[in-house]
Structures are given as C-alpha cells and as structure tokens.
C-alpha cells in the first residue's frame, strides 16, 4: 500500500477545530500585557515568550506530523518550504513565503505578510525593544528541535517596528541524529 | 470575524477487518528510547522483568531499521553499519512476522516509535498506527497535564486506544 501523499496546508486548515480569530490575538496580547507587568524588563519579556514558544514548538511537531503525513525532509530548503506552506497555514491560517537563502542552504528568512497575532496592535514608545511575535520564533526551534535540527531563530523585520512585513531568519547549527540512549552493557 | 466548524480526530479510522481477536501488546517510545506507553492485552508468557523488556525492544527496532536500511538495494547512500540514522531518512521497515505473532512498527520524523503486536494473519497495520499516532497526539501532546518525555498515564487515552485496538483484526 503506498504511503498518504502529504495533504496541503489548505485542506488541513479546512479539517481542523478552529477557535475565534479575534480571541487568539486578544488572549495573546494580553498574555503579553501581563508577561510585561510581571517582569517589567523588555528583554526578559522576548526570552519568556521564546521559551513559551519552544515549549510550544516541542508538543507542535507531534500535531504538525500527524496531521499533515509529511515525511521526514531530504534537506533544509525542503524544510523551510514545508513550515512556511504547510505549518503556517495549518496553524495560523496564513501562509509564508522563503526567501534570501544563502550559499550553503542553512540560512533562509521566512516573510509573513500578514499576521493574526499582531492584529490591533502598536508598541508603546516604552516597548520598543519588544519582540511582539518571538513566540512564533519559539515555536520553530521547538519544533525543529524534535526532528532532530538544531537552528536558531531570529527576526530581522517586525511591522510593529515600522518595517513592511514580518521576516524570520531561519539558521541551521547542526544536524543531530538520534544516538543509542542505552550503554553496549546490558 | 472568522468563525468554522468543528471536526473529531482526523483522519477518521480506517474500517475494521476481521473482527475477532485483540491484539497482543503495544509498546510506544519516545526519541530518546524511553517507553512511554506499554499495554498488554493478552500476552501468555513474561520472560524479562519490564526494563529489559522495553531495552530489549527498543534494541531490536534499532538495529533492524539500521540493517534494513543499509541492506536496501534502491538506495545509492550505503553509509557505515552503526552509523545513526535519522528517523525517517532512507527507507524505513514497517512489520515482521513470524509464526505466532506479527509486529507492526511506526516511526515518525519526530523519532516517536509505535509498535504493535498482532496475530499473525493480521493485515497491513500502517494506518492504523497513523491512527493511533493521532490519538496520541489528541490525547497526550495536547494534555496540559503530561510532561513529554514521561510514562503515559492518561486514562481517556488508554480507553480510546482499547476501544480503537479491539475493532482492528
């Protein structure tokens, strides 16, 4: 029996439960708020949202594959255009674009055009250091992590800062394969 | 404003075959060889304590993915025996059978291992541990209350997955 061909970012949005636009982007922003009154320091706000989204990222992966039958990439540039077609779609509704690859194919940037996440949203002059969206940076090292990549993840332009779109830069570090956890000693 | 219908896990299961007889036992590990899930359904005979068991068939599936893949003869990379693989790259074993038992495997990019242990006249499992592998995914990955990388001890997941086993083969 052949293998399911992976299913389109498209149908699967179609398939899954879907929750309130307006309520994602309200429930984050004021996770935000609060994460910004409770630790006050801008930079400690773009860490915790990091770390929220690599927690995320590491459950994601599960749902992400088990819904979409991808198989595992041949190379990077496979895995780029597979969370920008199919992860963002599936999860978010919207879909990106790769762009910018360097010569070794380990670095590529991400560009969103249009973000739920941001939606009503302006940076006080007191936040301007504020990564509004490092959730979703989080969420793609999480997840990458689990499928054995190690990458680091950064924004290179934010609409909240005034630039035009919202870009990703995707890094690869290293590839890990999966060692034998047991020692040869029984 | 955006507002969609609801649907249940998908995709939904594939029809039952034969009806009859449970399964066996399932095993599911983790990427780091940690067994999440072991179930027992009907199993006669324990020779090993439950660690060694679980080492044991961790052990096997690691070296039989190995094997296969650097025995494959489609395949034009023949790196070195023992090399780590990563899961899901080249070509990957998916059951073995013997004379009393067929065991079914299933693993993910994300180095999630499903393992079931059938009667031997039991048909190609593969969607079935899809199946099983978005259970998983409904009832553990997205329980707030399991730590991953931690023994299973959700009990909608247990009951759904004997539901689920009871009706196949």
């Keep these: 029996m052949a293998p399911v061909a992976p ?115 302006e940076l006080p002059d007191t936040c301007q250091g504020l990564y509004y969206c490092n959730i979703l940076s989080g969420v793609i090292r999480g997840a990458l992590e689990m499928v054995s990549m190690k990458t680091e993840v950064t924004w290179v332009r934010d609409m909240l800062r005034g630039d035009d779109a919202f870009e990703l830069q995707v890094k690869l570090l290293k590839q890990v394969p999966e060692e034998y956890p047991y020692k040869d000693d029984e | 404003m955006q507002f969609f219908g609801g649907s249940d896990i998908s995709p939904s299961p594939p029809p039952p075959t034969a009806s009859g007889h449970n399964a066996h036992m399932m095993y599911i590990f983790n990427r780091s060889g940690i067994c999440l899930l072991y179930r027992e359904w009907n199993r006669p005979l324990h020779t090993l304590n439950a660690q060694q068991d679980h080492k044991l068939m961790f052990g096997l599936l690691f070296s039989l993915k190995s094997l296969t893949a650097k025995m494959d003869p489609t395949s034009a990379d023949k790196g070195n ?71 299973i001890r959700c009990d909608l997941f247990n009951t759904s997955l004997d539901q689920y086993v009871r009706s196949i083969s």
């Design chain 1, 7 to 121: 299913r389109s970012g498209d149908a699967i949005f179609a398939s899954v439960e879907h929750v309130n636009a307006e309520l994602f982007t309200l429930t984050y922003g004021a996770i935000v708020r609060q994460l910004l009154t409770d630790l006050e320091e801008v930079e400690e706000v773009n860490k915790q949202l990091d770390q929220m989204g690599y927690n995320i990222g590491v459950r994601l992966i599960d749902e992400f594959l088990a819904k979409s039958s991808v198989s595992r990439c041949v190379d990077f540039k496979e895995t780029a255009d597979v969370i920008a077609k199919v992860g963002f779609k599936m999860f978010l509704g919207v879909s990106a674009s790769v762009s910018n690859w360097d010569a070794d194919g380990t670095c590529c940037s991400i560009v969103l055009e249009d973000n739920p996440l941001v939606d009503f949203v």
């Design chain 2, 81 to 151: 025996l023992g090399v780590p693989q990563l899961p899901g790259q080249g070509c990957s074993f998916h059951s073995f059978r013997t004379n009393t038992y067929k065991l079914s495997f299933m693993e993910t990019p994300s180095g999630m291992k499903i393992i079931l242990l059938t009667h031997p006249r039991t048909g190609d499992l593969r969607e079935s541990l899809k199946y099983i592998y978005n259970l998983y995914v409904e009832y553990v990955v997205k329980n707030p209350l399991y730590a991953p990388g931690t023994p």
